[in-house]
């Protein structure tokens, strides 16, 4: 399991501080998958960071290549999250706000 982190600068301390955590496919071939979401998540941070220079946004992703098809990814997606959530509590409890991002399919 990879955890690639990005965060928006800031002038100052920041005024509010968020946290999204996002695990998501790594192979590139299925919708969702981090080759595809990565320039929008970067597009997103960039424009956050010009009109809200006081906001600090941290996009957290978790991957890795034994994620390569949703149905690698769902079954374990609640423990994997619960164990890197629990691993950085720290980092949690000094934002104000923590979200959680997934691009699962389940089976319907």
Known sequence: ???LS????TYGQPLFRVEVITFILNYAGEMGSYF???P???SALEDIRRFY????????II???EYSQCTDLTPVSDDVLAKFY???LSKWRAANLTIFLTNEAGEF
């Open 40 to 42: 929008a998540y970067e």
């Open 36 to 38: 595809l979401v990565e």
């Open 1 to 3: 399991m990879n955890n």
């Open 53 to 60: 220079p006081r906001l600090s946004i941290s996009q957290n």
């Open 86 to 88: 629990y691993s950085n």
């Open 6 to 9: 990005f965060s928006s600068n």
């Open 63 to 65: 991957t890795g290549p």
